[in-house]
């Protein structure tokens, strides 16, 4: 058996601002140390909030990024803060492909993580950075359905990168039952209650008569 250590570095705002890479000089340093081939693997998940499919449903928060041109990095008129959100998120996006376009170069494995891409609604992967990334010859795409390691819906994720992606379980590998939606008791048949509002349907045998 090989005994291999690995030093993980969690480079993100949540564990102080010297992993923030939103600060030029954090991401500049990062990407210096993959082209130097002190990096051996990354896995980038940039902030998805400002690309959520959510937005685009009735009832919830509006859109903030369009699909085509210049749409697709910000709409305009957008409120001051939303149009910060949107700024920081297309920051943090580009700076993931340029870090992940480094690992190319070095043929260092990469992954990048974001809500599955779906046509007709905005995307990370619309992006000329990572739609030219991703066309590079030995960059595939695979879409994992996250129920089937524990999350409670299926939430369809996109990992796109270098390496073999094949292994991981695609869709929803459930069956599907009975529920009573909240609060009109409507009966519906699904693998799981859908992420939508703020009243979770329940399993038909836990309606009360």
Sequence with gaps: ALNIAAVVHMVDLANGEVHDLATEQV???WHARVLKGEVHALLAAPPCSTFSRAR???GGPGPLRGTDGGDRYGLRGLKPKDKEAVRLGTLLA???AKLCEACQVRDVPWIVENPAQVHGCTSLFLFDEWAALCQQ???SRHVVAQCNYGADCVKNTD???NVDLS???AGCMHEKVWWRSVPSGTWFRAAHAPLR???PAVRA????P
């Excluded at 045998?205 to 009360?208: L, M, R």
């Design 197 to 199: 509002g703020t009243s």
């Design 56 to 58: 685009n449903g009735a």
């Design 205 to 208: 045998e836990a309606w009360p």
């Design 159 to 161: 990992l796109r990168g």
């Design 94 to 96: 580009v700076r993931a």
């Design 27 to 29: 991401a500049e340093q």
């Design 137 to 139: 010859q030995g960059v």
């Design 167 to 169: 292994t991981f379980a």
